[in-house]
C-alpha cells in the first residue's frame, strides 16, 4: 500500500531561493557589524531583510516562483 504524501513544492523556486539568501546575507552580515560595534551598518544590514522578502515577491509575480510559468521543477 503506497501512502506517499504529496510534495507541495513551496520553497524549492527561485524566487525563494533568492529571498532567502539575500535576508540570510542581512543577517549574517547584522551580526557581524554588531560584534564589530557599527551601529550605522547594522541598520544597513537590516535593510537587506525586508528587501529579500520584497525581490522574492517581486521574482514570484514576474514568474519564478512554484506554480510561475517560468518555473520547471527537477524530476526527482
Known sequence: MSNSIADPGHGHSPA???AVIIMLLGFTLGTV?????????????????????????????A?????????QPKAH
Not at 66 to 71: L, R
Open 16 to 18: 525563494a531561493w533568492t
Open 33 to 61: 557589524f554588531f560584534c564589530m560595534e557599527q551601529p550605522a551598518l547594522v541598520w544597513a544590514s537590516a535593510v537587506l531583510i525586508p528587501v529579500g522578502a520584497l525581490v522574492g515577491w517581486i521574482l514570484a509575480k
Open 63 to 71: 514568474g519564478y516562483g512554484v506554480k510561475g510559468p517560468k518555473y
